[in-house]
């Protein structure tokens, strides 16, 4: 998985989140419907709306900023002084080889829009992995 989330630490702790999915299913394809459907399961677990953006031009007219193909995830809740009220969850979708990888990086960008102060601190990975044990299946 390539990721803009910096330190390899940080990419360790993404790549070690456990989904829920049962065998048969992890390693199929993240497709836009399943997508969808498992990011409004963790919207509902985490208590949250946010729109899911899976094309980089939305992304970029909606917040006005370009993103790299190396960006595989990114939560975006506007600027400090001007929150969004529902914020973005962008997702590379071409970057997403598994539902797996997708659970993971679902988890960690839902995670920032949660709990933002979290950061990349190992209590936001014990939060991610908190809200994949909820998803569940």
């Not at 990011?39 to 970029?60: K, N, S």
Request: charged share 20%; glycine share 6%; aromatic share 8%.
């Amino acid at each position: 998985m390539s990721t803009e989330r910096g330190s390899a630490i940080t990419i360790a702790r993404t790549q070690a989140l456990r989904s829920p999915l049962p065998a048969c299913e992890a390693d199929l394809p993240a497709d836009v419907p399943w997508l969808r459907a498992r990011a409004q399961r963790f919207a509902r677990a985490a208590g949250l709306r946010f729109l899911l953006v899976l094309d980089t031009a939305q992304y970029t007219r909606l917040t006005g900023q370009q993103i790299g193909a190396e960006v595989v995830g990114r939560a975006y809740r506007g600027p400090e002084s001007a929150r969004l009220a529902v914020p973005l969850l962008y997702l590379q979708q071409a970057a997403l080889a598994t539902r797996t990888e997708a659970d993971q990086v679902l988890a960690h960008e839902v995670t920032h829009l949660k709990w933002p102060s979290y950061g990349h601190k190992v209590t936001a990975f014990d939060r991610a992995q908190w809200l994949l044990d909820r998803v569940g299946q």
